[in-house]
């Protein structure tokens, strides 16, 4: 009788930690982060617009991130009842992200985040090239349907940057 509890109790203690052994995490200190998606939207009241980009962040703290973005925005846009023009810009920035879902969600799979933009924006048309600040503030989420990929979902506000994107996330 002894050797079976025994056993049995060596069962549940393996069991439940090679449960956590497997259990996906939120976010850790670390972990590198690769977004990489489209987007639309054009900049703050200027027509609509397709975006393609992705950033890159590695986990400084167990809730911070930091890293770089770089996208490449397509839109159009006309000041008052004048013609279309067609823009390119290219944003650059750093950011950093708060992750902030490991203090309230219990789904491991889920990782909230939010943080600040900083950068420069190459912009242009056919009559004019030139450069402009990039600052703003991000949020996004992240569900890893397996460990080390999965989908993100970012809303951005603030000056050149990309009001939303959507994509693959991938966790190194």
Same mark, same amino acid.
């Given at each position: 009788m002894k050797k079976i509890l025994s056993t049995l109790i060596v069962i549940a203690i393996l069991s439940v930690t090679s449960k956590s052994a497997f259990a996906q !995490?939120?976010?850790? =200190?670390g972990d590198k982060l690769l977004n990489v998606g489209i987007g639309g939207g054009g900049y703050g009241f200027y027509g609509g617009g397709f $975006?393609? #980009? #992705?950033?890159? !962040?590695? #986990?400084?703290h167990e809730f911070i991130s930091v890293g770089a973005q770089a996208d490449l925005n397509f839109y159009n846009y006309s000041y008052s009842f004048g013609p279309k023009d067609s823009y390119v810009?290219?944003?650059?920035? $750093?950011? +950093?992200? *708060?992750? *902030? +879902? =490991?203090?309230? &969600?219990?789904? %491991?799979a889920l990782d909230l985040y939010a943080g600040p933009v &900083?950068?420069?924006s190459i912009d +242009? %048309? =056919? *009559? *004019?090239t030139g450069?402009?600040?990039?600052?703003?503030?991000q949020a996004g989420a992240r569900y890893y349907f397996k460990p080390a990929m999965g989908?993100?979902?970012e809303f951005s506000g603030g000056s050149n940057v990309i009001p939303a994107k959507v994509g693959l996330s991938f966790k190194f």
């Open positions: !995490e939120q976010f850790q =200190k $975006a393609v #980009g #992705g950033s890159f !962040e590695v #986990g400084v810009s290219v944003p650059i920035a $750093a950011r +950093g992200s *708060y992750h *902030y +879902g =490991k203090h309230f &969600l219990t789904i %491991n &900083l950068g420069f +242009g %048309n =056919k *009559y *004019y450069t402009s600040i990039v600052i703003g503030v989908v993100f979902a």
